[in-house]
């Protein structure tokens, strides 16, 4: 999903679910529920989006025009 998708999708959220916290799963069954924290969007570059399991690029190896996601938490 690219970030302005994304941003769409959190714009049609019932105004009813607004004052909610917002948590993230760490695991695709559920085992582990984090806070999101505020203001830490980092852009980034993985190795490939393609593999279920991402690899991060070192951050010293990784110049902006490279960059392929963000990260939220």
Excluded: H, W
């Amino acid at each position: 999903m690219k970030l302005r998708d994304y941003i769409k999708e959190l714009q049609q959220v019932d105004e009813k679910y607004m004052d909610l916290e917002v948590v993230y799963s760490s695991d695709d069954e559920g085992n582990n529920y984090q806070k999101v924290n505020p203001g830490n969007i980092t852009p980034c570059e993985f190795f490939s989006l393609e593999e279920y399991s991402l690899d991060l690029v070192d951050a010293e190896d990784t110049e902006p025009s490279k960059y392929n996601a963000v990260i939220i938490n």
